[in-house]
């Protein structure tokens, strides 16, 4: 890690990022949390910057897909949220999901209990809410690897478990 990379080049423009997070958000603290995001990016993704290109627009960038892709997250969980809220008849769902749910968490602990080692252990990392890159440095595989176990684990489940499909 370039401490001095991140010193003397990237933290002077501090004030200039927080203009542009202000400009995305519109509240002063979902901007300050929009710059540190960045700041991790930045320093994550440190070795793929080019020494002597637009170091602001590099980091404007980033700044802009972490606001992106944050709001792409907050519109999945309010459809999510609003879909369960949504339902007429939320008292007998609720008893009903109760009495499922314990059925169904037997057979899924038995369905888990399947999946080849290999495949588990990064699905569920990922469960528990790892990232991609954390997961294959403690494996000490790449990240196509994790990303390809955890898609091949996700098949392994909706095979053995899709009389539980909701269509």
Same mark, same amino acid.
């Given at each position: $890690?370039? @401490?001095?990379?991140?010193?003397?080049?990237?933290?002077?423009?501090?004030?200039?990022?927080?203009? *542009?997070?202000?400009?995305?958000?519109?509240?002063?603290? +979902?901007?300050? +949390?929009? /710059?540190?995001? &960045?700041? %991790?990016?930045?320093?994550?993704?440190?070795?793929?910057?080019?020494?002597? =290109?637009?170091?602001?627009?590099?980091?404007?960038?980033?700044?802009?897909? =972490?606001?992106?892709?944050?709001?792409?997250?907050?519109?999945?969980?309010?459809?999510?949220?609003?879909? /369960? =809220?949504?339902?007429?008849?939320?008292?007998?769902?609720?008893?009903?999901?109760?009495?499922?749910?314990?059925? $169904?968490?037997?057979?899924?602990? &038995?369905? $888990?209990? &399947?999946?080849?080692?290999?495949? *588990?252990?990064?699905?569920?990392? @990922? @469960?528990?809410?790892?990232? *991609?890159?954390? /997961?294959?440095? *403690?494996?000490?595989?790449?990240?196509?690897?994790?990303? =390809?176990? %955890?898609? &091949?684990?996700?098949?392994?489940?909706?095979?053995?478990?899709?009389?539980?499909?909701?269509?």
């Amino acid at each position: $890690m370039n @401490y001095r990379f991140i010193k003397e080049e990237v933290l002077v423009h501090t004030p200039t990022l927080l203009q *542009y997070a202000n400009k995305f958000t519109q509240d002063h603290n +979902d901007a300050e +949390d929009l /710059i540190q995001n &960045t700041l %991790i990016k930045v320093l994550k993704y440190q070795k793929k910057y080019v020494t002597g =290109t637009n170091l602001l627009g590099w980091i404007y960038t980033i700044m802009r897909n =972490t606001f992106i892709n944050d709001c792409r997250r907050r519109v999945h969980q309010l459809k999510y949220i609003n879909g /369960i =809220t949504d339902s007429k008849d939320i008292e007998s769902r609720i008893s009903r999901d109760r009495a499922e749910g314990n059925l $169904m968490s037997e057979e899924i602990n &038995t369905v $888990m209990k &399947t999946i080849p080692e290999i495949y *588990y252990n990064a699905f569920m990392m @990922y @469960y528990e809410g790892f990232k *991609y890159y954390e /997961i294959a440095e *403690y494996l000490g595989v790449p990240e196509g690897t994790v990303k =390809t176990r %955890i898609h &091949t684990a996700r098949k392994i489940l909706q095979k053995k478990l899709r009389n539980y499909r909701h269509d």
